[in-house]
Nanobody, 115 residues
Framework: QVRLVESGGGSVQAGGSLRLSCAASGSVISITAMGWYRQAPGKARELVATITSGQRTNYADSVKGRFTISRDNAKNTVYLQMNSLKPEDTAIYYC?????????WGQGTQVTVSS
């Protein structure tokens, strides 16, 4: 059974950093596209960053230059390094995996950035 487990969320002050991890089981991330999404209260879930099996990356304009998505295929894990965090980054962050005909989500990890 495919399962994505996120970790690394927490509370930080503006300007701080966090590193989120997404450990996958029941699937092999090296052959799939992976992504991070976030959702703030009362708002729609939005794309933060993606990385394809071919190592192509894309970022939302709001995080470009501050966040970095990467993958460690040996550990079957995807990371999101978040630097220079801003209060508007506060949200629940979700890991996403796209497999043909299916899409999987993690449970989410809370990121809170205070001024």
């Amino acid at each position: 059974q495919v399962r994505l487990v996120e970790s690394g969320g927490g509370s930080v002050q503006a300007g701080g950093s966090l590193r989120l991890s997404c450990a996958a089981s029941g699937s092999v991330i090296s052959i799939t596209a992976m992504g991070w999404y976030r959702q703030a209260p009362g708002k729609a879930r939005e794309l933060v960053a993606t990385i394809t099996s071919g190592q192509r990356t894309n970022y939302a304009d709001s995080v470009k230059g501050r966040f970095t998505i990467s993958r460690d295929n040996a550990k079957n894990t995807v990371y999101l390094q978040m630097n220079s965090l801003k209060p508007e980054d506060t949200a629940i962050y979700y890991c996403n995996q796209k497999i043909p005909l299916r899409e999987y989500w993690g449970q989410g990890t809370q990121v809170t950035v205070s001024s």
